[in-house]
């Protein structure tokens, strides 16, 4: 079985990494998909506003690959919003490269579709994010094209 497939695994029995700190600078080591990569130190990091098509939807290879064509071997920067941890014990937040957002860009590529909560404090770049959708679903790129 590889790594990938043993993460998925223990994501999926709520096995969690025990955060201990955010931190606020790493290497992306793994992609794990189009909204989810493994830092160098290990740490598993999900893209906080978006979600990315998931095992077998449409998409969800590209969506993969343009994640990987951002960030896989990159130095990030994170940033965090409100919500910094999930339950399967994924640090939550946004990969900044090059002073672009991770999030922002896969919403404009239409590789990832902004998720808004709406009975929680809204996201720190939830305009942003709806704007970027928006530009996508215009366009018909990615997952709107459907």
């Known amino acids: 079985m590889s790594f990938q497939g ?3 695994e223990n994501t999926g029995k709520y096995q969690t990494q025990n955060i201990t700190y955010f931190p606020k600078k790493g290497k992306v080591e793994r992609i794990v998909d189009g909204d989810t990569i493994v830092l160098e130190n290990g740490d598993i990091v999900r893209y906080v506003g ?3 098509p998931e095992t077998n939807e449409p998409f969800e290879k590209e969506a993969t690959e343009a994640n990987r064509k951002l960030v ?3 130095e ?3 940033e965090y919003d ?3 941890g999930d339950k399967f014990g994924r640090i939550l937040a946004y990969l900044i490269i090059d002073n672009i957002n991770v ?3 896969m919403a404009k590529l239409g590789m990832a579709q902004v998720v808004v909560y709406q009975h929680k404090k809204p996201f720190i770049y939830q305009d942003k994010l709806l ?3 928006d530009e996508a679903k215009q366009k018909k790129l990615g ?3 459907l």
Do not use: D, F, H, P
């Open 82 to 84: 409100n919500y910094k």
């Open 72 to 74: 896989e071997g990159k």
């Open 50 to 52: 978006i979600t990315s």
């Open 6 to 8: 043993s993460l998925i």
């Open 143 to 145: 997952v709107w094209s």
């Open 131 to 133: 704007g970027a959708q």
């Open 103 to 105: 999030s922002i860009e």
């Open 76 to 78: 990030v920067t994170l």
